[in-house]
């Protein structure tokens, strides 16, 4: 295998959409913003150009609060949501399980509850398996169902699933938070308009939602939308406690009026969704390839032959998934191109086919 001659490798790496660069538009915008000076901590005119396109987005009741980064947006979220002695449910794949080093644990000092999942999606009776908790004084409250939009495996909730969701939750007393660190391309996968984005948030009752900007072709910045007014009230005040607070907001809001500008946002994802499916159907047949799906968003889950692993990422990188099945994620982003995506398609298909 030392001796394969691998075809040309293509210009951008399927690690990440987070190992993409920002879209010139929104670099255009920071560029724009740079100009003068303006008051700080979000009094200025492009803060409120972003407020008011996020209450475009889901509604006049919305409130939206910008923070640094995707961590952030859902330790503050869900801060501003639980009680003392409440636990936050979430998928056993949850970013905020997995990926986040504790940070919800150790900064609000709240108990995580994962439930199995294979999908990364959680099911309304699953909640209900946690109902004996509530009143015992020796067990932490179920207080936050938290879902993350598109799922960490790549699946999407549909609109009549997160309501489902919702209203067992409400049900029990419960909030519920969604993490859409890919919640553009979860709203390209449902429809691609604002009415696909608001059927499986606001329509469907969800109460405060992270909305990812880096991942969708920004160079830094996300947002947390509060869709429940109750629990806005407090909140810009825990933004400042969990670190979130940017003084200089102005360049975060310009990224997000750039990107929700004409919805690039969607159209962006509509492009890395697009180009996840010619992924998986240029490598669905290849020998030593199996998968349990066809993508619905930007990434694709092929199981690959352990000893192959490495040669393939050594030539373009991309990162190991669940190891215990040899499963990898291979991820598209804004600026993958079609010739991206077919020379990745030959250097696996040469690598498999030298076994």
């Not at 409130?63 to 449910?89: E, F, H, K, Q, Y």
């Not at 996968?189 to 992270?210: C, E, I, K, M, W």
């Not at 009230?233 to 750039?258: E, G």
């Not at 990162?319 to 040899?326: A, C, F, G, L, Q």
């Amino acid at each position: 295998m030392s001796d394969l001659e691998m075809p040309p490798a293509p210009a951008c790496a399927f690690a990440s959409d987070n190992a993409a660069g920002a879209h010139p538009l929104v670099l255009d915008a920071i560029v724009r913003a740079n100009e003068g000076h303006a008051l700080a901590y979000g009094s200025d005119a492009w803060t409120a150009e972003t407020e008011a396109r996020f209450r475009d987005l889901f509604g006049p009741q919305a409130t939206s609060l910008l923070v640094w980064n995707g961590t952030g947006a859902n330790v503050m979220a869900l801060a501003a949501m639980i009680r003392p002695a409440d636990s936050i449910v979430c998928s056993r794949w949850a970013h905020i399980a997995v990926d986040e080093t504790g940070a919800p644990e150790r900064v609000l000092g709240t108990k995580l509850q994962t439930v199995p999942s294979l999908d990364g999606k959680i099911v309304p009776e699953q909640l209900l398996e946690l109902e004996y908790l509530i009143g015992d004084q020796h067990h932490a409250q179920p207080g936050v169902v938290s879902i993350t939009q598109s799922t960490e495996l790549g699946m999407v909730y549909s609109p009549d699933e997160v309501a489902a969701l919702c209203d067992t939750a409400h049900r029990l007393g419960m909030k519920v938070h969604l993490d859409g660190a890919r919640i553009a391309n979860a709203t390209a996968a449902l429809g691609g308009t604002v009415d696909a984005l608001r059927s499986f948030t606001v329509d469907a009752g969800v109460d405060a939602v992270s909305f990812g900007g880096t991942k969708a072709g920004m160079a830094f910045g996300e947002a947390v939308v509060f869709l429940d007014p109750e629990l806005a009230r407090r909140a810009k005040f825990i933004r400042k406690q969990v670190t979130q607070l940017p003084s200089k907001m102005r360049f975060v809001a310009a990224q997000f009026n750039a990107l929700l500008h004409d919805d690039l946002w969607i159209r962006l994802a509509q492009h890395s969704n697009g180009l996840a499916t010619r992924l998986y159907d240029a490598t669905k047949g290849i020998d030593g390839v199996t998968y349990d799906a066809a993508p619905q968003v930007n990434s694709v889950f092929p199981m690959l032959p352990a000893h192959l692993i490495e040669p393939l990422q050594a030539w373009c990188f991309f990162w190991p998934w669940d190891v215990t099945r040899d499963q990898v994620r291979w991820m598209t982003a804004w600026d993958t191109t079609a010739d991206d995506v077919d020379r990745f398609a030959a250097g696996v298909a040469a690598l498999c086919a030298a076994g």
